[in-house]
């Protein structure tokens, strides 16, 4: 395997030769760390926020999601910055990888001015759609107005991330992740409590937080970027900005950004579902999404890696070393997605109590959690193939095919549920399980087909 003497041998390591299940999981633990550190960014705000009253909670809690649909909408974008550097890195054309990063930034740049402006007069608004009160809405609007018009900060991070990973390098991005999120967890309470000259922020407080601390990370990210202590060596020398790649990379990462988004969207539209069962029911539909979302964790960041090795090996030529990234990280997702199963089915009511005590609550989340084991294979192997395929540059397919499981079978079949059945919230459960175990026939059997590999990006 080809490596350059001097450095760490998994940071300039050659993904597109040597042993592949080495060089998955060499790519895959450090941006389950990174992956892990983003995650909680929520809940450390969350967490402090939650000690200022009902109202601050419920108006951070709120605002998140809108934050989240964003997020997921300039991540969606970037797709198309990865798949470009994956495949120009793994071709020997480190020249283009660069080129794309830089025509990328433009992006970053227009999507954050956009979210500003939506953040500084369409905050209020945006709050009240949700139907809450006076209160929520004023708290939850002073934390999106500020975490909208500090885009930019999370969208240098994302940028940054793409860039490094595309090219090989997981480490530098959680070295990154690590530091500032380390500085996000000593920072929030200290700017919304106020401590010696700082002054109490409250909620304002946790949004600086967040805003400051990835500014500090990006700011970082880009400096490593430009100093060539990554994989790439970026520069803006003589730059100019050029459609043709700006227009590329988009089509390559719009599909991908609308599924993000839409996923959100028919989340919310579930809660809407499960709503009417009770207060017990959404506590443990909520519970429930933690626990599954921790489940699910390693078969992404699986497909992700995959995904960096399948764009790889595309640009090298080599199709059959990316076909064998998939089945390989397939293989771990199976596994690991058995052995959770075997746990959830035997621990479920101890793993709930982590999160909750009441009876009502536990007894339910449990079931729900037993009732998602029927799918979890499954759901391993939709999330690996599902972000492989969107890794190598076919976005359009896994797009429609995630809007299809979603409003043209998920959301209907809740409905009808809820309108034609006795089966309850229990029925939803089950339409859910469903609608995954569909997933992951259907990834897999795209996946087998071959498609993918005459995507021309």
């Not at 240098?156 to 480490?171: A, I, K, R, W, Y």
């Not at 029927?374 to 076919?394: E, M, Q």
């Amino acid at each position: 395997m080809r490596v350059l003497a001097g450095k760490d041998s998994r940071a300039i390591r050659d993904w597109t030769q040597g042993d592949i299940p080495k060089n998955l999981l060499s790519l895959a633990w450090p941006t389950m760390i990174s992956g892990t550190l983003n995650m909680i960014g929520p809940f450390i705000d969350l967490i402090w926020v939650g000690k200022l009253g009902t109202a601050s909670v419920a108006g951070v809690g709120i605002a998140g999601m809108a934050v989240m649909v964003a997020n997921g909408a300039i991540s969606g974008l970037f797709t198309g910055n990865r798949v470009i550097i994956g495949r120009s890195y793994g071709a020997g054309d480190k020249d283009t990888a660069i080129h794309a990063a830089r025509q990328s930034f433009v992006i970053g740049i227009a999507y954050a001015v956009l979210m500003a402006i939506i953040g500084l007069f369409l905050a209020f608004p945006i709050l009240r759609l949700f139907g809450v009160q006076a209160d929520v809405v004023h708290e939850g609007a002073v934390y999106l107005r500020i975490m909208f018009v500090g885009m930019i900060t999370l969208n240098l991070l994302t940028f940054n991330e793409g860039v490094m990973q595309s090219s090989g390098d997981t480490l530098m991005p959680m070295r990154i992740a690590l530091t500032y999120r380390l500085m996000h967890m000593v920072l929030c309470p200290l700017l919304i409590f106020g401590v010696g000259i700082l002054p109490k922020l409250g909620v304002t407080g946790a949004a600086l937080s967040d805003v400051i601390t990835q500014g500090i990370g990006g700011s970082f990210g880009l400096w490593i970027l430009l100093t060539g202590k990554s994989r790439l060596k970026l520069n803006f020398n003589k730059w100019k900005i050029e459609a043709a790649m700006l227009w590329r990379m988009i089509k390559i990462g719009l599909p991908n950004s609308f599924m993000a988004m839409q996923q959100v969207l028919g989340t919310l539209f579930l809660v809407g579902f499960i709503a009417p069962y009770g207060t017990v029911a959404v506590a443990a539909h909520t519970i429930f999404t933690r626990i599954d979302g921790v489940a699910m964790f390693l078969s992404l960041n699986l497909g992700l890696s995959a995904g960096i090795l399948g764009a790889q090996n595309m640009g090298a030529n080599k199709p059959d070393r990316a076909v064998k990234s998939g089945w390989t990280a397939a293989g771990f997702s199976v596994i690991a997605m058995t052995a959770g199963s075997i746990i959830v089915l035997f621990l479920a009511e101890p793993i709930v109590r982590i999160f909750n005590t009441d009876p009502e609550v536990v007894r339910l989340t449990a079931a729900f959690l037993r009732i998602a084991c029927a799918s979890y294979i499954a759901v391993g192997l939709n999330s690996v193939f599902r972000f492989f395929i969107v890794g190598v540059g076919d976005t359009w397919p896994a797009f429609i095919m995630e809007v299809v499981f979603m409003w043209g079978f998920l959301i209907p079949m809740a409905w009808a549920n809820n309108h034609f059945t006795n089966f309850g919230v229990w029925g939803i459960r089950w339409v859910l399980a469903i609608r995954l175990l569909l997933g992951g026939i259907i990834f897999t059997i795209y996946f087998w087909s071959g498609r993918w590999k005459h995507r021309k990006v």
